[in-house]
């Protein structure tokens, strides 16, 4: 299944293609994608909504990193 990540603004992002949460904190959120995973770093970062693989993160986002 592939994954689609899409900014809708510094503050807001969608992320599609989760398999579970690794990690959640305010600084930190770590998801598992079927090809690897993705990191989200910043400050005040949430999961506003998850399901279906499906996540919707709020926070100042200050980067994404693909392992």
Known sequence: MPFTLSMLSR???MI????????????LLRFRLNSGAVEI????????????GDV?????????HFE
């Open 11 to 13: 503050t807001k992002m």
């Open 16 to 27: 599609s293609g989760v398999k579970n949460v690794m990690l959640s904190s305010g600084e």
């Open 41 to 52: 770093v910043g400050e005040g970062l949430q999961i506003v909504e998850i399901g279906g």
């Open 56 to 64: 919707y993160v709020k926070g100042n986002i200050g980067g994404v």
